[in-house]
């Protein structure tokens, strides 16, 4: 027989999105299980978002040091990854350990539950023999892992994933990166710049094959200059690993049949929800559904509620954060704002760092929107001249010319993400395009590209 506890709220997977509901609703007064088999704090403080951007600050660094002889005299440049490792080692993730993560749960008022829970019903979970049946009911954010793909031979070869690559503690000779989306690019070049040799492996036309062509023009430009060869148009046949060295096979977009060898293979194509075996056929929901549906409180069901990566709304640590407060206004009966989508923002950490926010041109084409594109080139900018080397980028905007606003915007450069924030406010707002050209922008400054993209209008 199963013991039996009654709660207020169990909390299934205790990533930001779901430590911060699990911590805001003891707070309110709940009583709160948190339950989870992996680390308290998800993937991002451990093998994605902070230990990533430590590599790429370091990457950047050796990059700018390079660029001294073209600016302000000579530099040596001797890449060492061993700082940046125990960095991440001692710093990020207290060598991934979630002590720390667990007493603060802890303390909020949250009982911590460690292993792999199911839903048994409606408003029920079950953790290692244990039924919480919690009154107001169960809130998922199980997130997702690492994908791979059906490629002959890759599941017998020690290839790593992102959470493999984080935990190195020296940079590869050579590296092949399969994948050319924000994971894969951007550890693509930061491994560059550490003096591997590196091939990514892309099977759409273009890397970062979600972002605007000219960000993308933008980034492979950079990438040539940092060495890295990007082999866009691929399809793998087969992988194998003999003699410590990983050899692809693969059919380039001339549909010539060649061979990649390297030390290290990085898989960074994508990634799967964690669905499948937490009980969601007990509640009338798929387990072999991509996402679950929510409405805009973040209701997937009868007293269950999803946020995070398994909602589809964007695998960003910021959306699940936005989607955790939805979530906790809705169990503490407060009112709104609910979830709106049209305006989230995404950062791509490459140098030059590529942000976004709602639309592509391409989708307002096909939503049917009447469109009126605008593009700004970063280095024909005064700020950009100043900048020099490592100051190319681009802001595009795209308008929906009967409305009168921002439905879309790119910000590329060296302060990409930055910069996207006064995009985001307009697309967010829907700030008329007339008062947006009226604003006086300081100078010079790199966000004054977006003023001569919105004077390109057509």
């Known amino acids: ?203 759409a036309p273009r890397i970062l094959a979600l972002e605007e062509p000219e960000a993308s023009e933008v980034v492979a430009a950079s990438f040539a200059r940092d060495g890295v060869q990007v082999l866009a148009g691929a399809s793998i046949r087969s992988v194998t690993y003999a003699d410590g060295r990983f050899t692809v096979a693969f059919t380039d977009a001339d549909s010539t049949d060649l061979d990649l060898d390297a030390d290290r293979l990085l898989v960074a194509a994508g990634r799967r929800p964690n669905l499948h075996d937490i009980g969601l056929e007990t509640v009338g929901l798929d387990p072999s559904a991509r996402s679950l549906e929510t409405d805009e409180r973040m209701r997937a069901g009868e007293r269950l509620w999803a946020i995070g990566d398994i909602t589809g709304k964007g695998a960003f640590t910021h959306m699940s954060m936005y989607q955790a407060g939805i979530a906790v206004r809705d169990l503490t009966g407060t009112d709104g704002p609910w979830a709106s989508y049209h305006a989230v923002p995404r950062v791509t950490f490459t140098d030059p760092e590529v942000g976004s926010v709602g639309m592509t041109e391409q989708q307002a084409r096909d939503a049917r929107l009447t469109v009126r594109v605008g593009t700004a080139a970063l280095a024909e900018s005064t700020r950009g001249w100043i900048h020099g080397p490592g100051g190319d980028g681009v802001v595009k905007v795209v308008e929906d010319a009967d409305a009168g606003y921002l439905v879309g915007a790119t910000s590329v450069g060296p302060t990409g993400g930055e910069v996207l924030s006064m995009l985001a406010t307009a697309v967010h707002a829907r700030v008329p395009t007339a008062v947006l050209r009226e604003q006086v922008l300081a100078y010079p400054t790199f966000h004054r590209a977006v003023s001569s993209a919105l004077a390109a209008l057509a």
């Open 1 to 203: 027989m199963s013991e039996e506890q009654h709660v207020d709220l169990v909390v299934l997977g205790l990533g930001p999105g779901g430590e911060s509901v699990a911590t805001e609703a003891a707070k309110a007064g709940l009583t709160v299980v948190g339950v989870d088999e992996r680390l308290v704090g998800g993937e991002c403080p451990y093998y994605g978002c902070i230990p990533s951007k430590m590599v790429i600050r370091a990457a950047d660094a050796l990059a700018e040091a390079r660029r001294v002889a073209d600016l302000a005299g000579s530099a040596t440049v001797a890449p060492d990854f061993s700082p940046v490792a125990t960095r991440i080692r001692d710093e990020a993730t207290d060598d991934w350990d979630d002590a720390v993560a667990v007493e603060r749960l802890e303390k909020a008022g949250v009982t911590f539950v460690r292993g792999h829970g199911r839903l048994a019903g409606e408003g029920v979970v079950e953790v290692a023999g244990t039924r919480y049946v919690a009154r107001v009911g169960v809130v998922l954010n199980t997130g997702t892992a690492p994908a791979a793909p059906p490629v002959e031979g890759l599941a017998d070869t020690p290839f790593w994933t992102n959470r493999d690559v984080l935990r190195a503690t020296e940079a590869p000779s050579s590296l092949v990166v399969v994948g050319g989306g924000a994971i894969g690019a951007e550890l693509a070049q930061a491994f560059a710049r550490f003096g591997s040799r590196v091939s990514v492996l892309e099977a």
